[in-house]
């Protein structure tokens, strides 16, 4: 669910924009925890995904980047990049986007995230 995950949802995270920003959910097929031994705690799920044509790569910087602003997820980006100067120029970028800064890092757009790694 995390991988798949939309904007504006709990599990939306940054695995989440790192994976669709390269691949497109093809398929999704559950596997019974009964099909193991031992028996895990939980049922699995093997994905299917298909590399898109015009895959968005994020630079090593910018991935600890995200992953960081995920790190607390319930404050809001406006707060989580105060005092950072690397990423106080994302709150910029951010705001130029028309994403206001009280917004959470799970509510903002994929396309946003796409738009921040690319300047």
Not at 38 to 60: I, M, N, Y
Not at 95 to 103: C, N, Q, V
Not at 106 to 113: G, K, T
């Amino acid at each position: 669910d995390r991988l798949s995950a939309q904007s504006g949802t709990k599990q939306f995270r940054a695995i989440a924009i790192f994976l669709q920003s390269a691949y497109r959910k093809r398929t999704r097929h559950t596997v019974s925890r009964q099909c193991f031994h031992p028996v895990p705690g939980v049922d699995s799920v093997l994905l299917s995904l298909e590399r898109l044509d015009q895959v968005r790569l994020f630079s090593a910087e910018t991935r600890m980047h995200i992953r960081r602003l995920f790190g607390q997820r319930r404050k809001q980006i406006g707060s989580l990049v105060r005092g950072e100067p690397t990423l106080e120029a994302w709150l910029k970028r951010i705001e130029e986007a028309g994403i206001p800064s009280t917004t959470r890092p799970e509510a903002i757009p994929l396309e946003a995230w796409q738009y921040l790694a690319t300047r």
